[in-house]
């Protein structure tokens, strides 16, 4: 099954439509498959095993073919280990959490400045960022929101949206985030006249 549907994608755009209608906020949303391919991860895991089989052959039987062959067993275990491990189901489990925030969080500053959100009249823009390998979700806002909102005040609506793709309704969570973002900008930020819309109001997917 699509992670999303076409008629998720136009219930998104739908969304962002109708919150811009509220606000002078400009709201972009971005998903990405994963935010790193992390190739050194299986290869260093891989390398690692690969170093210890010497010892771990060592409590084996002494036979010709162990002492003789013992590098062409490193050699093909290093390959095959390192294929094994760069399965997606695999490989993520090798990487530590805070590695894979991390990166995900580097993608989304960099998608923040790349979608130019950092480029509106009121340095009102707000980016919805999510990476599913690494199930991250970031919201990030411009400084001008963030000189009248508090920061944490997005904590609660990417938890909400967390919770709704866990119970597998990943476009409602979008609809949902956004909205909230919608009705928190429309107090500080409401619309008024000559509001032009200033970015892509359609689902980004790199």
């Known amino acids: 099954m699509a992670f999303l549907t076409d008629n998720d994608r ?16 400009e709201f972009v949303t971005v998903i990405a498959p ?3 391919d992390y190739l050194y991860i299986p290869i260093l895991w891989a390398a690692l095993i690969a170093l ?23 050699i093909v275990s290093f390959v095959l280990i390192a294929l094994v491990f760069r399965l997606p189901a695999i490989k993520h489990r090798l990487i530590p959490r805070y ?3 991390q990166r995900a969080h580097r993608i989304a500053l960099e998608q923040f400045l790349l979608q130019n959100l950092h480029a509106t ?15 991250y979700v970031e ?38 985030a956004i909205e909230g973002c919608g009705e928190l900008l429309a107090t500080h930020f409401p619309a008024g006249e000559g509001d032009r819309n200033e970015l892509p109001d359609h689902l980004v997917e790199l």
Do not use: C, M
């Open 52 to 74: 210890l089989i010497p010892g771990l052959l060592s409590f084996a039987p002494a036979t010709w073919w162990v002492h003789a062959h013992i590098y062409t067993v490193q």
């Open 99 to 101: 590695v894979q925030h």
């Open 139 to 176: 919201i990030i806002a411009d400084q001008g929101i963030n000189a009248r909102v508090d920061p944490g005040a997005w904590d609660a609506l990417v938890a909400a949206f967390v919770e709704q793709v866990r119970q597998g309704r990943v476009a409602d969570g979008f609809v949902q």
């Open 10 to 25: 136009q219930r998104i755009r739908a969304a962002i439509e109708a919150a811009e209608r509220k606000t002078r906020g």
């Open 34 to 36: 994963e935010a790193d």
């Open 121 to 135: 009249a009121e340095r009102t823009g707000v980016l919805l960022f999510v990476s599913r390998a690494e199930h």
